[in-house]
């Protein structure tokens, strides 16, 4: 509903204006107002995962009848604060880098002694389906809001992440020979009106990239995770279903916010 | 006032909604220019961001002498194996479209910037896989082509199985000057025939660029349409007669 009123809203405001072919600052800077306007966060519907993802962190559950305030997300068993900014990581005891999504799975697993099977199925909220990873992802990640990205290399096995991470995303292939690079490859383009930030170096379009997931989204009514981004980037991209948790993801994601380095969280956010 | 639903759809909805975005891209693909906004201090035009580098902020260079040659930090296999294990459970058939031909394998090896003898052996080997239309008309409808440049759908996994695919050109092109929602990874295609005086020569050029990008510009991002097998030869006619009939919006 409210993606609707949006919509509506940002076409009154569009029809107000003179609007010209080639009037591309004045559309940019429409653009930029309309953003303005959903970045509110006191608005932002994020923040009801953000409670819902607190309640399933204590709450007991699986096998061993336990909470997930035993899992050790990179800063010791149950830390929140801050751990986040440092996915992801080595775990020694999983002998793995792991992003959260992966890390959380584990620790339901392993700790909690819960068949994560009903929790991955539903890895996406959608109409009548919430999800407790979307949940969950949304509080963890709160909890680094206002810290900078720092991601973690000084494990071999991180460094290959982020060294695969990069080699993936310049990677073409499917029936349009797609690669993430073939839109976040150069600086200034656009999609049809949308802006696509660079991400085939450093600099600030990888920062506030980054420093902005979870996210709440306005057009899909829902908070989604980086792993869902991924997911529909490589659906756009014409490329195979990624699997949820799976390692070219967090390879992804480890390149990223290694290009990312001290961009400051702002979690969840809202985006379009 | 359709222009500005379709904006506001297209700012709304683009990723989730029926025009979903996609790709394509410039003529001659330029060097981004090096990274705005460093984080840290840096050298400008100093390497390759796939170097390994210390250095946080190191940008992106314009082609030095040596760029057209990545240092890859991990192995082929390597990712090979990443690649398997991210994509292995999907279906078999949808696994084979992401197995590089020979001239992707060359574009990921250089990242798009091939060397020149890398390149010929790219277009010599792409311009055997275009196909010309048997009947040697090149233009179909115009206005069936301005629908299949605004149609985003067809080829991803969320598609039902009888999707008709569409070119989605305005994706990445400017072309009617009348439609304002387009992207910019493509040069702006507005009065393409009109500027090239509707010749014969420029027509079976584009043909064969839309038909397989790769045979007129090594390594370019735009999809090779006919080969891949994504548009049909009346599709791309059609597209073709968007660009090149005098009648079409795009030349006036």
Not at chain 1, 36 to 63: C, H, Y
Not at chain 1, 126 to 141: C, K, N, T
Not at chain 1, 162 to 171: D, Q
């Amino acid at each position: 509903m409210r993606s609707i009123g949006l919509s509506v809203l940002f076409a009154f405001v569009l029809c107000t204006m003179a609007f010209r072919v080639h009037a591309e600052d004045a559309s940019e800077r429409e653009i930029e107002r309309y953003r303005a306007m959903i970045s509110d966060p006191m608005s932002n519907p994020g923040f009801l995962a953000v409670d819902r993802g607190e309640q399933l962190w204590a709450e007991k559950r699986g096998t061993k009848n336990v909470s997930l305030e035993g899992c050790d997300l990179g800063r010791g068993a149950g830390k929140l604060e801050g751990a986040f900014a440092q996915l992801p990581r080595y775990f020694k005891d999983a002998d793995r880098v792991m992003d959260l999504e992966q890390r959380l799975l584990w620790c339901m697993q392993n700790i909690q002694g819960l068949d994560t099977k009903d929790v991955v199925a539903r890895r996406f909220s959608g109409p009548g389906r919430v999800s407790d990873m979307e949940d969950l992802v949304a509080f963890i990640a709160n909890k680094s809001s206002g810290m900078a990205i720092e991601p973690q290399l000084g494990h071999p096995k991180e460094q290959e992440m982020a060294a695969v991470g990069e080699e993936l995303f310049h990677r073409r292939g499917g029936v349009m020979d797609f690669s993430c690079s073939t839109c976040h490859g150069a600086e200034g383009k656009r999609i049809r009106l949308q802006g696509l930030p660079y991400l085939a170096g450093p600099g600030k379009d990888a920062q506030l990239t980054m420093a902005s997931w979870p996210t709440y989204r306005v057009s899909q009514s829902a908070l989604r995770t980086f792993q869902h981004r991924i997911w529909d980037c490589y659906r756009q991209q014409r490329w195979p279903a990624p699997d949820y948790g799976s390692d070219g993801i967090t390879a992804l994601t480890s390149y990223l916010n290694k290009i990312a380095s001290g961009g400051e969280l702002i979690v969840p956010s809202i985006k379009r | 006032m359709t222009k500005f639903s379709m904006l506001a759809l297209a700012l709304g909805a683009l990723t989730c909604g029926p025009i979903t975005a996609h790709a394509a891209d410039q003529a001659i693909p330029p060097k981004p220019a090096a990274a705005t906004g460093k984080t840290t201090e840096t050298k400008a035009t100093e390497t390759k961001a796939s170097e390994t580098t210390t250095k946080p902020g190191a940008t992106k260079a314009d082609a030095a002498p040596t760029s057209s040659a990545p240092i890859h930090k991990v192995s082929t296999e390597t990712v090979d194996a990443y690649v398997k294990a991210t994509f292995g459970k999907a279906p078999e058939e949808w696994q084979q479209r992401i197995v590089p031909d020979d001239t992707m394998k060359a574009c990921n090896k250089f990242r798009n910037e091939v060397p020149t003898d890398v390149a010929e052996a790219i277009m010599q080997r792409e311009i055997k896989k275009v196909a010309f239309p048997a009947d040697g008309k090149l233009l179909g409808d115009w206005k069936a082509g301005a629908k299949i440049a605004n149609n985003g759908r067809g080829g991803q996994f969320s598609d039902k199985a009888d999707t008709v695919n569409g070119g989605n050109c305005y994706a990445c092109h400017q072309m009617a000057p009348s439609e304002v929602s387009f992207g910019t990874l493509g040069p702006s295609l507005t009065h393409y025939g009109r500027d090239r005086n509707y010749t014969d020569a420029e027509i079976k050029q584009a043909y064969t660029k839309i038909y397989n990008s790769q045979a007129v510009v090594p390594c370019s991002n735009m999809p090779r349409f006919g080969t891949n097998g994504f548009l049909t030869e009346q599709q791309i006619k059609d597209v073709m007669a968007f660009l090149f009939d005098p009648e079409s919006p795009v030349n006036k």
